[in-house]
């Protein structure tokens, strides 16, 4: 009698080698460890206005011209720091390193319930309803890079094109400006139609006190109405380290001087910085400093952030 053949054995698929995740760069460090519990408690739908969303890098690589290559923070783990500091409501904001690829952010818009808006990064490459189908995902403004270590000045026929495509979406423009350049583009901000955010109070530089030429230009565009200002990087404009005194007495200069048209964020990871990352919880306490009174808080982190993205009630 034959014997019978013996299976045959199973072969299970091996998973596909996946490449190296590639290395942060130099002024990219991992965010804060163990960021302190706030001591200030915020008013309920605070707003953290300015973070980002990085990878993870297998499921959403960076762009292969990036300038910069940050650490991995998804959206999991910004999820857990806003839940330490007391913050529900959240604006990510498109990073250069992922060019117009807006995957990560569309990941992140799809979590959050409602209670996330974005900040995309188009171009002439971006068609209209790639624009559309951001707005319907709670894309809520456009950024521009004017920093020369992310990407050349956009042109004007570029600022163009990014306007036609966002025309009737009611977005908001986002400026990325360095302090020193500001003074030489307010016609550019005058001319953006609808309201202009400036990002990072502009990133001037205190070395040149609080009277120099670029602060007097940003309170100069506060005047014309539509620009907002976001008093958030204390810890990238001070020439102090922790508590940022400095740049935070600054905040909070322009708090008072428009109060209706400012909002904050943390700017987590903090990528691209000189030194060890800030704590995000510090960062949540110097608010008490910036906005003493309950009503310039409650504006600052629910009223005007609300408004400008668009949050619903």
């Not at 990085?54 to 292969?64: D, E, I, K």
């Not at 909002?263 to 704590?279: C, E, F, L």
Request: glycine content about 8%.
């Amino acid at each position: 009698m034959t014997e019978p053949a013996a299976p045959a054995p199973v072969v299970l698929p091996q998973p596909l080698p996946q490449p190296p995740r590639p290395a942060p760069s130099p002024g990219c460090p991992p965010p804060h460890p163990s960021p302190r519990v706030p001591e200030l408690l915020l008013p309920p739908d605070s707003c953290d206005a300015h973070c980002h969303v990085f990878g993870p890098v297998a499921r959403f690589p960076y762009a292969p011209d990036r300038t910069f290559t940050p650490p991995d923070a998804p959206k999991e783990q910004l999820r857990s720091l806003h839940a330490r500091l007391g913050l529900t409501r959240t604006v990510v904001v498109q990073s250069s390193c992922y060019g117009r690829d807006h995957r990560v952010l569309l990941d992140a818009l799809a979590a959050g319930g409602g209670r996330v808006r974005g900040v995309a990064l188009i171009g002439e490459t971006t068609s209209r309803a790639e624009a559309e189908e951001l707005h319907r995902a709670g894309v809520r403004a456009f950024r521009l890079n004017f920093l020369p270590h992310l990407r050349s000045r956009p042109t004007n026929a570029e600022i163009d094109a990014v306007l036609e495509r966002v025309d009737g979406l009611g977005w908001a423009a986002q400026l990325h400006v360095r302090g020193d350049d500001l003074p030489d583009l307010t016609d550019v901000v005058r001319a953006l139609p609808g309201r202009v955010v400036i990002d990072h109070m502009g990133r001037v530089d205190l070395t040149a006190g609080r009277d120099s030429p670029a602060t007097r230009t940003l309170r100069a565009l506060l005047d014309t109405g539509h620009v907002w200002v976001k008093v958030s990087g204390v810890d990238r404009l001070s020439l102090e380290g922790p508590p940022y005194t400095d740049a935070v007495t600054l905040a909070a200069s322009l708090v008072a001087y428009a109060p209706e048209r400012v909002v904050w964020g943390t700017d987590y990871p903090h990528v691209n910085i000189t030194g060890d990352p800030p704590d995000d919880g510090l960062l949540v306490d110097l608010l008490k400093h910036m906005a003493p009174e309950p009503a310039a808080l409650q504006r600052l982190l629910v009223t005007n952030p609300a408004e400008l993205f668009d949050f619903d009630d």
